[in-house]
């Protein structure tokens, strides 16, 4: 099993990034993903989780407004249209899979906002 975030780096705020999460050596259609994020000394928090069938998503309020969650089943990737960047969302963004029994992540991929 993998997952493999890129799309992360540098961006002045107010730009834009898109994420990308490559999955691989499970049934990604069958898993709900879900993405994370964690700035040191900080718990891992939540940033968007979209469905099986990419019918629904879910946003924590910060968020909202100025992150899309979105997925290919086809291509097994999960992405993260990131907009209107803000300094307080640096952090390292995680990709979660997610079913009833089991959970996987991948190794994070570093976004900074900053000028």
């Known amino acids: 099993v993998q997952l493999v975030e890129s799309g992360g780096g540098l961006v002045q705020p107010g730009g834009s990034l898109r994420l990308s999460c490559a999955a691989s050596?499970?049934?990604?259609?069958?898993?709900?993903m879900s993405w994370y994020r964690q700035v040191p000394g900080k718990e891992r928090e939540l940033v968007a989780a979209?469905?099986?069938?990419?019918?629904?998503?879910h946003y924590a309020d910060s968020m909202k407004g100025r992150f899309t969650i979105s997925r290919d089943n086809a291509e097994d990737t999960v992405y993260l249209q990131m907009n209107s960047l803000k300094p307080e969302d640096t952090a390292v963004y995680y990709c979660?899979?997610?079913?009833?029994?089991?959970?996987?992540w991948g190794q994070g991929t570093q976004v900074t906002v900053s000028s």
């Open positions: 979660q899979a997610a079913n009833s029994d089991y959970d996987y």
């Open positions: 050596g499970f049934t990604f259609s069958s898993y709900h």
């Open positions: 979209i469905s099986s069938d990419g019918g629904s998503a």
